[in-house]
């Protein structure tokens, strides 16, 4: 029945936002599960980082969370050219994201909660 219900879960994922990857020139991964959002990624082309283009997103994507009422759950990972993972959590703690020690709805590492 997991396998079931991960199926079930890719099925509902809406991918949101997409708006944002043009004005940025960024690429960006967001889904709406309906009671909660999950950011897969941000990538910010290597010559565009250090402008503030990151926190600009940021701020869009937790401001359509808190007007949808919902979570949204990350996981920091060095995979698209972070330098850091620390450095990472420093900059989703700065928009109010938190560790999540609650893993029923998702294994991501991280959450923060509507305003």
């Known amino acids: 029945m997991k396998h079931i219900k991960i199926f079930e879960d890719f099925l509902n994922e809406k991918y ?32 565009n980082r250090g402008k503030g283009i990151g926190s600009k997103v940021m701020n869009r994507i937790t401001d359509y969370a808190d007007t949808q009422n919902l979570k949204i759950y990350l996981t920091p990972s060095k995979s698209f050219g972070a330098s850091s993972i620390s450095r990472l959590e420093k900059f989703y703690k700065v928009f109010g994201f938190v560790k999540n020690t609650d893993k029923s709805e998702t294994r991501d590492t991280m959450v923060r909660l509507p305003k």
Not at 20 to 44: A, G, K, P, V, W
């Open 16 to 47: 949101i936002l997409q708006e944002l990857e043009r004005e940025f020139d960024i690429t960006l991964n967001l889904f709406d599960h309906d009671t909660y959002l999950q950011l897969s990624d941000i990538i910010i082309p290597k010559e």
